[in-house]
C-alpha cells in the first residue's frame, strides 16, 4: 500500500484526495508545516501533496519565489521526497517555479479527482523506473541487457558479458583486482543475477577475522568445542544455504581453514569445530582477492589445488585509470545518490576538474573516487562541484605530471608542498585581479606587509602590471 501525506490547512482537501485515489493508497494528514516536517522526519511517505503556502518561499530581489530554498527543508527531513504541490489558479506560475526547482508536478483548486490520481499514478511509474535506472547504474544488468546504459567502457563491458554469462550457473567465480574496484559489488550482481537471488547473500570479510576464529566464522562450532563456546554457533556456510557466500580477500585465510574450505568445494560439505557429523549446504561460492593468489602459491601460503578450485570462472575487473571513460557516470551516480541522502541539489562537476580526475591514477580506484566526491559535496557552496572542494593534491599531482614512473612519484610532502604553492599563487592572482594591480591594497587584504607580498609575487612568477586596467592610448601604466 502506497503511503501519501497531504499537507492542506482545509481537511476536506485531503477526503478529496483520498476519494480520488483507490485503496491502494493510506492517506495522512497535516494542518500546518511543523506537522507536515515532523511526519516526513518520523515516517517515510510515497509522495506528498502540499499547499504551496506551506512551501514559505522566500523573494529574490526581482520579486521571484525561490522555491530551491523552500524545498530544501522537505528534502532534508525526507531525503528523496516526491512533492506535488498545490496551488490556487491566480498563483499557477509560482507552482510551476517550484516544478523547476525540484518539486514532481502541481495541481491547481479546485482539485480534479480524475487529474489527482493521474498525477499519482505518473509519479509512481517515474519512481519506479527512477528505481531500475538506479540498478541498472549500480551494475544490476542480466544477460541480454544493454550494459552500455551504465558503462562506456570496453573493459567493463567485457567483465558484464563475463557476469551475466556465469551469473544464471552454480559455477564457482574468482574476483580479481586492485582494491577498490568495485569486488563486492560485483560479488552481490552474480547473487543477484543467479536462480539463488531470493536466498541469502553472506559476506565475509576473510582479513577482518582474527586467524583462531576463521574456522569457526566459516563452519561454526559446537558447544564446548573451545574455551569461550558456551553455546552453539551456526557458521556463515550454513547461514548462506540456497543462496551465496562471499569470501572477501580469500588469500588472508590460514592453512586449517583453506583444507576446510577444499574440502566444501570438492563434495559441498563440512564439519563444525568440535562436531563430529558432516553437514552438507547447497551454497554457491563467490571469492575475491586483491593479490595475486598464484604468487601466494608459489610462495607456499596459499594452497595450489584451493586456488585452482577458486579459479574455475576467473573475472578480473579493471582498475578506473583503466576505464577512465567511466568517470563521469560514475561522478554522476554518485551525486544522485548523495541528493537523494543531503538534498543539496549539486548536479554536475566543473569541466576543467573533470579533466584533472581522468588523468589522475586512481590508486585507490572507485572508492577512492566515490570518498572524494562525498567531501567535496559537504563543502561545495555551488550548485555544482568546483576545484576549491577537491584536496590540492589532486591539482599538485596534476602539475607533476600525472603519469610519473614509481622511482620519480614524489613525496606526500613534497606533493602537499606543490599543493599549498599552486593554491597560494592562485589567491594572490585573484587578489590582484580584484585591485586591478594595486600593490597596497591587495597586501592589505592579504595582511601581508608591501614587501612580502613583492617576494610573493617574485616568487611565482606575477608581474602586477599584468592586472592593471586598461587605459587610453598614449596613457603609460604605474
Known amino acids: 500500500m502506497k503511503s501519501v501525506l497531504v499537507a492542506a490547512?482545509?481537511?476536506?482537501?485531503?477526503?478529496?484526495?483520498?476519494?480520488?485515489?483507490?485503496?491502494?493508497?493510506?492517506?495522512?494528514?497535516?494542518?500546518?508545516?511543523?506537522?507536515?516536517?515532523?511526519?516526513?522526519?518520523?515516517?517515510?511517505?510515497?509522495?506528498?501533496?502540499?499547499?504551496?503556502?506551506?512551501?514559505?518561499?522566500?523573494?529574490?530581489?526581482?520579486g521571484r519565489a525561490k522555491f530551491a530554498e523552500a524545498l530544501l527543508p522537505f528534502w532534508q527531513a525526507l531525503p528523496g521526497a516526491n512533492l506535488i504541490v498545490m496551488s490556487r489558479q491566480d498563483r499557477k506560475r509560482e507552482a510551476v517555479a517550484a516544478v523547476k526547482a525540484g518539486a514532481g508536478n502541481y495541481l491547481t483548486y479546485p482539485l480534479d479527482p480524475h487529474e489527482v490520481r493521474h498525477v499519482a499514478e505518473r509519479l509512481i511509474e517515474f519512481q519506479k523506473f527512477d528505481s531500475e535506472l538506479r540498478y541498472f547504474r549500480e551494475g544490476a544488468v542480466g544477460p541480454g541487457s544493454q550494459?552500455?546504459?551504465?558503462t562506456n567502457s570496453r573493459l567493463m563491458m567485457e567483465v558484464m558479458d563475463n557476469v551475466a554469462s556465469v551469473a544464471p550457473t552454480k559455477t564457482t567465480v574468482l574476483l580479481t583486482g586492485e582494491t577498490g574496484t568495485g569486488k563486492s559489488v560485483m560479488a552481490k550482481l552474480i547473487h543477484s543475477r543467479s536462480n539463488r537471488a531470493e536466498g541469502p547473500f553472506i559476506a565475509v570479510h576473510c582479513g577482518a577475522v582474527p586467524e583462531s576464529l576463521i574456522?569457526?566464522?566459516?563452519?561454526?562450532?559446537?558447544?564446548?568445542?573451545?574455551?569461550?563456546?558456551?553455546?552453539?554457533?551456526?557458521?556463515?556456510?550454513?547461514?548462506?544455504?540456497?543462496?551465496?557466500?562471499?569470501?572477501?580477500?580469500?588469500?588472508?585465510?590460514?592453512q586449517a581453514a583453506q583444507v576446510k574450505l577444499l574440502q566444501f568445494l570438492q563434495d559441498r560439505t563440512f564439519t563444525p569445530v568440535g562436531g563430529e557429523a558432516s553437514l552438507e549446504v547447497d551454497v554457491r561460492v563467490v571469492a575475491a582477492s586483491n593479490t595475486d593468489l598464484l604468487k601466494l602459491c608459489h610462495a607456499g601460503s596459499f594452497r595450489e589445488d584451493l586456488y585452482y578450485?577458486?579459479?574455475?570462472?576467473?573475472?578480473?575487473?579493471?582498475?578506473?585509470?583503466?576505464?577512465?571513460?567511466?568517470?563521469?557516470?560514475?561522478?554522476?551516480?554518485?551525486?544522485?545518490?548523495?541528493?537523494?541522502?543531503?538534498?543539496?541539489?549539486?548536479n554536475g562537476l566543473d569541466p576543467n576538474v573533470l579533466e584533472v580526475l581522468k588523468r589522475y591514477p586512481w590508486p585507490g580506484n572507485i572508492r577512492e573516487l566515490e570518498n572524494l566526491v562525498e567531501r567535496a559535496y559537504i563543502l561545495e557552496k555551488e550548485p555544482?562541484?568546483?576545484?576549491?572542494?577537491?584536496?590540492?593534491?589532486?591539482?599538485?599531482?596534476?602539475?607533476?605530471?600525472?603519469?610519473?614512473?614509481?622511482?620519480?612519484?614524489?613525496?606526500?610532502?613534497?606533493?602537499?608542498?606543490?599543493?599549498?604553492?599552486?593554491?597560494?599563487?592562485?589567491?594572490?592572482?585573484?587578489?590582484?585581479?580584484?585591485?586591478?594591480?594595486?600593490?597596497?591594497?591587495?597586501?592589505?587584504?592579504?595582511?601581508?606587509?608591501?614587501?612580502?607580498?613583492?617576494?610573493?609575487?617574485?616568487?611565482?612568477?606575477?608581474?602586477?602590471?599584468?592586472y592593471l586596467p586598461d587605459r587610453s592610448p598614449g596613457s603609460s601604466r604605474r
Open 9 to 62: 490547512k482545509d481537511p476536506k482537501i485531503a477526503e478529496g484526495i483520498g476519494g480520488a485515489l483507490n485503496k491502494g493508497y493510506r492517506v495522512t494528514m497535516a494542518s500546518d508545516r511543523e506537522t507536515c516536517l515532523n511526519l516526513f522526519r518520523r515516517k517515510r511517505f510515497d509522495f506528498a501533496f502540499i499547499d504551496i503556502d506551506f512551501l514559505q518561499a522566500g523573494r529574490t530581489a526581482d
Open 147 to 150: 550494459v552500455e546504459a551504465w
Open 215 to 254: 574456522e569457526s566464522e566459516f563452519f561454526g562450532h559446537e558447544k564446548g568445542a573451545f574455551t569461550g563456546a558456551v553455546r552453539r554457533k551456526l557458521g556463515k556456510f550454513q547461514i548462506a544455504d540456497k543462496g551465496t557466500i562471499f569470501l572477501d580477500e580469500v588469500g588472508t585465510i590460514s
Open 309 to 346: 578450485r577458486l579459479n574455475v570462472f576467473p573475472i578480473e575487473l579493471p582498475p578506473l585509470r583503466e576505464r577512465i571513460e567511466d568517470l563521469p557516470l560514475l561522478v554522476e551516480t554518485f551525486l544522485d545518490r548523495l541528493n537523494q541522502d543531503y538534498g543539496k541539489g549539486i
Open 384 to 466: 555544482y562541484l568546483t576545484a576549491e572542494s577537491f584536496p590540492g593534491d589532486l591539482f599538485a599531482f596534476e602539475a607533476l605530471g600525472g603519469g610519473l614512473a614509481s622511482q620519480e612519484v614524489p613525496t606526500l610532502d613534497d606533493v602537499r608542498q606543490r599543493a599549498i604553492e599552486q593554491v597560494e599563487k592562485r589567491y594572490l592572482r585573484e587578489l590582484l585581479m580584484l585591485n586591478q594591480g594595486r600593490k597596497d591594497k591587495t597586501a592589505a587584504m592579504a595582511r601581508v606587509s608591501t614587501r612580502q607580498l613583492h617576494n610573493l609575487l617574485t616568487k611565482h612568477g606575477l608581474r602586477r602590471e599584468d
